[in-house]
């Protein structure tokens, strides 16, 4: 039997059961949706509860009747059947509610980014890693989670040499986000003649989407930007260089590397922002 925090789940479900209640009394709407957002977090948590405890208070009864000497045989031999799948059915509650009582990570609801490569076994592999995209875009879609293909490679025999994809869905980093890792299958497959049985492995990354601000605070950093944003432009003059300087220069840095520029430091000013302590070259 698994030990679980009784106290945590006792306090869950009471608070559960408070926001059910302050929702049913209608309260003003920028509460109402405070409590909705809470009350979505905690719904799961809370079903696994009153399900757990049900499960619990069942097994209970069944015991009671195994030990009352008045059950008959055909009874008896019923809630004997019984306890088993209830047993089991306790443990594998218990099991879920670990996983749902672990503090949770601040990137748990956000989208995820999915990227499957094939690894050794050459064709095979490339099947394997179909087969794997197959099975993660089947269960997105029980999980009513929307899959959006970003770049893909092809096997020669079928399947993927490297798939990426992105999940969109409410709580869907948290449930792909153990999937990471080296997955390895042994089987004939289908580009075998002779029968014989081929390991093949795929790699696979679940990262969580980034947010990308695109808020411009002040005219300095609009002027980086926008220099920024130029240099590529200005890149088959000759020579290829524009001169980007600000005090923003971690700024200036990303803009710079994100292009694939190379950064020196220099004293002349650029021509669009004005500001001279860096200088962007091709």
Request: with cysteine; hydrophobic share 40%.
């Amino acid at each position: 039997m698994i030990d679980l925090p009784r106290d945590r789940m006792d306090q869950v479900l009471k608070r559960f059961e408070l926001i059910e209640t302050q929702m049913a009394a209608g309260p003003e709407p920028d509460v109402y949706v405070k409590l909705a957002s809470e009350y979505s977090e905690l719904q799961e948590v809370a079903g696994k509860i009153r399900e757990l405890r049900q499960a619990e208070a069942e097994l209970d009864d069944l015991k009671s009747m195994l030990a009352d000497p008045a059950t008959d045989k055909e009874m008896r031999e019923l809630a004997e059947a019984d306890v088993e799948g209830v047993e089991g059915r306790i443990e594998t509650l218990g099991e879920e509610m670990q996983i749902l009582l672990l503090p949770k990570d601040e990137a748990d609801d956000k989208n995820a980014i999915l990227e499957i490569r094939a690894g050794t076994g050459g064709d095979e592999a490339a099947l394997f890693a179909g087969d794997l995209f197959r099975m993660y875009e089947r269960y997105a879609a029980e999980k009513g989670w929307r899959v959006e293909v970003v770049s893909v490679s092809e096997g020669e025999a079928g399947g993927y040499k490297e798939i990426i994809a992105t999940v969109s869905g409410r709580g869907v980093f948290s449930r792909l986000k153990f999937e990471s890792g080296v997955h390895r299958v042994q089987r004939v497959p289908a580009t075998e003649a002779q029968g014989r049985i081929h390991t093949s492995a795929a790699t696979v990354a679940v990262l969580p989407e980034a947010k990308i601000s695109t808020s411009i605070s002040s005219p300095t950093t609009s002027a980086l930007i926008r220099c920024a944003l130029r240099v590529r432009a200005d890149s088959t003059s000759t020579p290829p260089i524009r001169r980007c300087a600000s005090p923003i220069s971690q700024l200036a840095l990303s803009c710079c590397r994100r292009r694939s520029l190379s950064i020196r430091t220099g004293p002349a000013p650029c021509r669009s922002c004005g500001h001279a302590s860096l200088t962007c070259s091709a």
